[in-house]
């Protein structure tokens, strides 16, 4: 069993609640890094990008000899070529929502894991498909707070899944993390998952 320390590079409490799930111990360090898409950036080039950025800003504040394995991960709602990322304010989350409304839309979920000697990445791509949101409705889910903070205005784990008709890859990839991903880069870092389950009942 690897002794690395595990580092995940975000402060989202949905991210930390799945890597939970994987039974491995963790620390949080947030990352701020500009997220300004680049121009002729692809949307799956985008998410990956700020995965493997993420990842190299949270390396970059470790000692060179230290031995810990940073992961990082980055999701992005993208609908008719459209990048819905967070919404600045209500009116934004507003008009995001209408978008989505009573149409199929892609979450594209990048997942990067570095050590100083190296770098992998993997993402999932999910069709999530919306009922029909009325603008009264929208407001009011605005009203709940949740939408604030999540690339396109909602939260599939939250009060957002109401508005989910279908779904078609990863569940837990629309909410930040795909774990299926996740699970096969650590492993590539000798992190085994449920070891956090091991250990307590070795104690």
């Keep these: ?3 690395s320390q595990l580092i995940l590079a975000s402060a989202s409490t949905r991210r930390q609640q799945l890597l ?3 039974g491995v111990g963790f620390n949080v360090a947030a990352q701020h890094i500009d997220e300004t898409k680049h121009p002729e950036e692809t949307p799956v080039d985008y998410a990956c990008r700020m995965a493997v950025e993420k990842a190299r800003s ?3 504040t470790l000692l060179a000899e230290d031995a810990s394995v940073v992961l990082a991960a980055d999701t992005i709602v993208l609908c008719e070529g459209e990048v819905l990322g967070k919404p ?4 934004a989350a507003l008009s995001m929502l209408s978008t989505l409304s009573a149409k199929s839309h892609w979450v594209l979920s990048a997942v990067a894991v570095a050590n100083h000697q ?3 990445l993997l993402y999932s791509d999910t069709l999530v498909e919306f009922r029909r949101i009325d ?4 407001a009011r889910y605005w009203d709940t707070g949740e939408p604030a903070g999540k690339a396109g205005s909602y939260a599939i784990q939250g009060f957002g899944a109401a508005f989910v008709k279908s779904i078609s890859g990863s569940y837990s990839g629309v909410m930040g993390l795909p774990l299926f991903e996740t699970a096969q880069l650590l492993a590539g ?6 070891q ?3 250990e307590c009942a070795l104690e």
């Design 196 to 198: 956090a389950e091991l």
């Design 20 to 22: 939970t799930q994987l």
């Design 118 to 120: 190296r770098e992998s």
């Design 189 to 194: 870092f000798g992190v085994a998952t449920w």
């Design 135 to 138: 603008t009264t409705e929208a």
């Design 88 to 91: 600045a304010n209500k009116a």
């Design 58 to 60: 949270a390396l970059h």
């Design 1 to 3: 069993m690897s002794t």
